[in-house]
């Protein structure tokens, strides 16, 4: 199995990677608590997990989380399995976005990635005129002048 990064634990703590890091970070937390070790009533994790939470912006401590995952993931195949779905999924999940546009556009564009919510793209607003005679090429009634 493939260490966690540094990198992305340091992003997923400091909340820098949006709401797919803070979903990513919570999926994390809940992993590490429901493996404890057998001998244990709490993940050998648990703590350098919490303390990365309360220094988010520590290397040192991203650095000894990744070596106590690494040490449970050894204790216990089934954390293991479940640690690298979760680095695959985190992995994936929080790509970079890159939006270009080219040629023409007529209307609204929206860009970006993990949008939720309600979402309303609408033509702007153009003003019409109203049908009638005096706006109808095609119509043949005589123009008053």
Known sequence: ME?????LLLKLAAGTAGAAGQQAWQSLRA???RHPAEDRNESPA???LEALAEEPDSAERARALTAALQIQAVQDPDFAQALESWRQAAESGLGDVHNEISGGVTGPVLMGRDFSGVINVSDPVVEHTSPGPENDPDDDWPQES
């Not at 260490?3 to 990198?7: D, G």
Request: charged share 20%; aromatic share 0%; net charge negative.
């Open 46 to 48: 648990a703590a350098d």
């Open 31 to 33: 992993l590490v608590m």
């Open 3 to 7: 260490p966690i990064a540094v990198e």
